[in-house]
């Protein structure tokens, strides 16, 4: 196959991108919002702050470890 191309450009090492949903990212996670939900937030900055205030909200109510009370139990009980 002939092309117009000069032997000094190496192809080989080049990355291509693909465009749209199974483009890959660089160390980011894409999550696609339902229409109902993406209405409600601005930008991807406001997402985050719902998500990590209900990540907080989250782990504060989580109920205790049982195996952990029993433990401190059984301590106070020696």
């Given at each position: 196959m002939?092309?117009?191309?000069?032997t000094e450009?190496?192809?080989?090492?080049?990355?291509?991108?693909?465009?749209?949903?199974?483009r890959r990212s660089f160390g980011e996670a894409t999550v696609r919002?339902?229409?109902d939900v993406?209405?409600?937030f601005?930008?991807?900055?406001a997402v985050n702050e719902a998500l990590r205030f209900l990540i907080r909200v989250m782990r504060d109510n989580q109920a205790p470890d049982p195996?952990?009370?029993?433990?401190?139990?059984n301590a106070a009980d020696s």
């Open positions: 002939e092309d117009d191309l000069c450009y190496d192809l080989k090492s080049l990355r291509v991108r693909r465009l749209g949903s199974a919002l339902e229409p993406a209405a409600i601005p930008n991807a900055d195996t952990a009370q029993a433990n401190n139990s």
